[in-house]
């Protein structure tokens, strides 16, 4: 997830356009989410990433990004976060729809065989995550910009989250920082 030093992930009106990326920062992340088969959404973050993905690397102006990005979400498996869209009348390929009983639904596909799940986004859908004690690593962008109020990453942390930098830490020459935590559980 993007991430201002002031720990938020948009701006006051949801802007995101403080956030830098590049194709070094592409290539790395390509690198990270080939290695996940299951991606996760909030439902808002999920439409906007499905009125656009699936058919973005077919344009004949598509970028290299747009092209593995493209191929790589129509292959992965899409959990979709949402109280609002009913799971029994969702048919779209390769997705499931969780609306209740978040922790027993998202720890049964936690136990499934399979790869990473990888949370995009959905700062609405993460800070429920937060507060369930359901996220097991922090995958942050540090951009270089202060913002000073926007939504923030962490809101409402009942209980300290210990967690423990591993080795992955990368620098962009866009100034982006890539920090990569798992929660320290002990």
Request: proline share 5%; charged share 25%; glycine share 6%.
């Amino acid at each position: 997830m993007h991430v201002s030093l002031d720990g938020f992930v948009a701006g006051p009106s949801g802007e995101m356009d403080w956030i830098k990326v590049d194709q070094e920062i592409f290539d790395y992340v390509a690198q990270r989410i080939n290695k996940g088969d299951t991606a996760l959404y909030g439902r808002r973050t999920y439409q906007m990433m499905e009125s656009y993905w699936p058919t973005a690397g077919d344009k004949p102006t598509a970028t290299k990004h747009d092209i593995e990005h493209s191929k790589w979400y129509n292959n992965v498996h899409k959990i979709v976060l949402s109280k609002t869209i009913d799971p029994d009348s969702y048919r779209e390929t390769n997705t499931t729809i969780i609306s209740d009983n978040l922790p027993d639904s998202l720890n049964e596909i936690k136990q499934q065989t399979g790869e990473d799940i990888l949370l995009f986004g959905s700062p609405t859908a993460t800070h429920s995550l937060i507060r369930q004690n359901l996220i097991d690593g922090y995958w942050l962008f540090v951009n270089p910009v202060i913002l000073g109020q926007g939504i923030p990453l962490f809101v409402d942390i009942k209980d300290k989250i210990k967690l423990k930098l591993l080795p992955a830490t990368q620098q962009f020459t866009a100034g982006v920082t890539a920090l990569n935590y798992v929660v320290d559980r002990k």
